[in-house]
């Protein structure tokens, strides 16, 4: 059993930067690939990046590429979501997701199927 806990999020004006964290329970955590998603008020749930287990591997949704960044504290069973350059359309609650313990170690995944813990979310807002 895995429990994951957003923090970081907040309200923001356009331009600045925000950090998630997403802090993980178990002995599993280096092992599963992680992922952000987000999801905006009427509008389904998004990919927006991911991490292999080991960190080598990443992979960002278009929308954010060059802008945000995900990393993994493996010794603080940790990972992070580094939001720079926020506009008002990145605006969602976002959530982390740990992969099946099986899968997505060497690979990141960005299919919600691969994940088995989903986090109860943290509320992004960002100001025009």
């Known amino acids: 059993q895995v429990q994951l806990v957003e923090s970081g999020g907040g309200l923001v004006q356009a331009g600045a930067s925000l950090r998630l964290s997403c802090a993980a329970s178990?002995?599993?955590?280096?092992?599963?690939?992680m992922g952000w998603f987000r999801q905006a008020p009427g509008k389904e749930r998004e990919f927006v990046t991911a991490?292999?287990?080991?960190?080598?591997?990443?992979s960002y949704a278009d929308s954010v590429k060059g802008r945000f960044t995900i990393s993994r504290d493996n010794a603080k069973n940790t990972a992070y979501l580094q939001m720079n350059s926020l506009r008002p359309e990145d605006t969602a609650v976002y959530y982390c997701?740990?992969?099946?313990?099986?899968?997505?170690?060497?690979?990141?995944?960005?299919?919600?199927?691969?994940?088995?813990?989903w986090g109860q979310g943290t509320q992004v807002t960002v100001s025009s």
């Open positions: 997701a740990a992969s099946y313990s099986s899968g997505a170690y060497y690979t990141s995944t960005r299919r919600e199927s691969d994940y088995e813990y």
């Open positions: 178990g002995r599993t955590f280096s092992r599963r690939g």
């Open positions: 991490i292999s287990g080991s960190g080598y591997d990443t």
